[in-house]
């Protein structure tokens, strides 16, 4: 008796597995947005968490830096002495003494002998010492980062106190070596003249500051692309043309920064006159910071209003030259736009 045919379902034979896969798919929703509240919620919750984290240091801007300028521009009308009640509005008799105070130009001019005296110092011999440590040849720049860079961590009041033991004319390290060599039989003070006891406060200066300007110039040289090297050296160009014709060139946007950063933390210095020299001899190395200081508290009664009235002057003097780089930016990022980057 012969058996009936078992009947074949039509269906492919994956059709099944595909038709779970559908469901299975159908299934796996994605997720619902989350209502419009909910969001709101969390750009609140954003936003309170950055106000927190801003609030420290907006508390310290108030505190430390918007509160005196305020308050500085406030007792610059009044004759004051930084005690008491502020009763003797003067308007702009501080101003007006300040300009007429011949000690004062002669600070702002020592100011500006040792900020242009220390950027034409410091800033060539640094970029010097930043082109050697980038070059691929130097096997040991972390050690010479480290010595460059070493002086810069030494608080400026106990440089001056080093220095201060080292130039000291009857014991100090550069009269023994100056014995020693055979050089002079007498005794030697750098600051007992004002020309060399401004060069001193100069080259301590380029020597503790050195390394942080090799560090920028080392910033602004690796962003200068190497294919331009490459190019230079087929075309057969010396180290000398690569460097007055690719490198200058492109950094000089950076380089514009550099020396504006350079000329205005100069103009502010204080601690090594202090230290150093006192102001003298006399009063030839006077600076403006250490004007307002003697002003403000050097004597009895303080002049506290007309200290504030000196520092308002300085500190428009300081803002026009901030100010004035944004021209030579300028000019310098056409230049470089002139190369391609």
Do not use: C
């Not at 798919?25 to 609140?44: D, F, K, L, Q, V």
């Not at 040792?114 to 011999?125: E, N």
């Not at 005794?187 to 020309?195: E, G, H, Q």
């Amino acid at each position: 008796m012969a058996l009936a045919p078992t009947p074949t379902s039509s269906r492919p034979p994956d059709a099944a597995p595909t038709a779970v896969r559908l469901r299975s798919r159908a299934g796996r929703r994605r997720p619902a947005p989350p209502p419009e509240g909910n969001r709101e919620r969390a750009r609140g919750r954003d936003r309170l968490w950055v106000a927190a984290f801003l609030l420290p240091f907006l508390v310290l801007y108030l505190g430390f830096t918007l509160w005196p300028l305020i308050a500085t521009v406030f007792y610059s009308f009044f004759d004051w002495s930084g005690t008491g009640p502020l009763n003797n509005f003067v308007g702009g008799g501080n101003y007006s003494r300040v300009l007429g105070d011949p000690l004062f130009w002669q600070a702002v001019v020592n100011t500006l002998l040792f900020a242009v005296g220390t950027t034409l110092i410091k800033l060539p011999l640094s970029l010097l010492a930043a082109l050697v440590m980038t070059r691929k040849w130097l096997r040991v720049k972390k050690a010479l980062r480290t010595v460059f860079f070493a002086p810069l961590i030494i608080p400026v009041a106990m440089a001056g106190l080093v220095f201060t033991y080292l130039l000291n004319p009857s014991n100090g390290a550069l009269n023994s070596a100056l014995h020693g060599l055979g050089l002079t039989d007498g005794t030697t003070d750098v600051f007992a003249n004002r020309w060399t006891a401004m060069l001193a406060l100069i080259l301590i200066s380029v020597w503790q500051v050195f390394g942080q300007y090799m560090i920028y110039w080392m910033a602004a040289l690796q962003n200068v692309p190497d294919e331009l090297y490459e190019a230079a050296a087929l075309d057969g160009a010396s180290e000398w043309q690569k460097l007055t014709r690719i490198t200058l060139p492109l950094i000089r946007p950076v380089a514009v920064v550099i020396v504006m950063l350079a000329l205005v933390n100069a103009m502010h210095v204080f601690g090594l006159v202090v230290t150093l020299t006192g102001g003298g001899p006399g009063t030839s190395t006077y600076v403006v910071s250490y004007f307002i200081y003697k002003q403000a508290f050097g004597s009895m009664p303080f002049a506290y209003g007309y200290a504030s009235a000196a520092a308002l002057l300085f500190s428009v003097m300081a803002f026009l030259l901030v100010t004035s780089q944004g021209l030579f930016v300028r000019r310098a990022q056409k230049l470089r736009k002139e190369y391609g980057v």
